[in-house]
């Protein structure tokens, strides 16, 4: 499995910005697709978007689309996720995770990264 940490998480203002990154190491990054999800207190962990190795195909849920953005950078193993016009109901804790292409479910995350969105 590779190993996967978060960075960037913090506190912003309602309509900011913030840049996660989820750095991998462990293995080779273009084996794997990878993903962000998150968890607000009391909720069930929820899928936010995830891109494909080559990073060609992306998805997002629907909560998030049009605001949030994922990308990689494969010579970096670094996989990072712009979120603009954040709202207060984006607060939560945000995982990397990321799974072997012919796998059906994503078996690697990181520990979380804390965003923290004030109205």
């Known amino acids: 499995q590779v190993q996967l940490v978060e960075s960037g998480g913090g506190l912003v203002q309602a309509g900011g910005s913030l840049r996660l990154s989820c750095a991998a190491s462990g293995g080779p990054f273009t084996n794997y697709r990878t993903a962000w999800f998150r968890q607000a207190p009391g909720k069930e962990r929820e899928f936010v978007a995830s891109?494909?190795?080559?990073?060609?195909?992306?998805y997002s849920g629907d909560s998030v689309e049009g605001r949030f953005t994922i990308s990689r950078d494969n010579a970096r193993n670094t996989v990072y996720l712009q979120m603009n016009n954040l709202k207060p109901e984006d607060t939560a804790v945000y995982y990397c995770?990321?799974?072997?292409?012919?796998?059906?479910?994503?078996?690697?995350w990181g520990q979380g990264t804390q965003v923290t969105v004030s109205s």
């Open positions: 891109i494909s190795w080559r990073g060609g195909t992306t």
């Open positions: 995770a990321a799974r072997l292409l012919m796998a059906s479910a994503y078996d690697s």
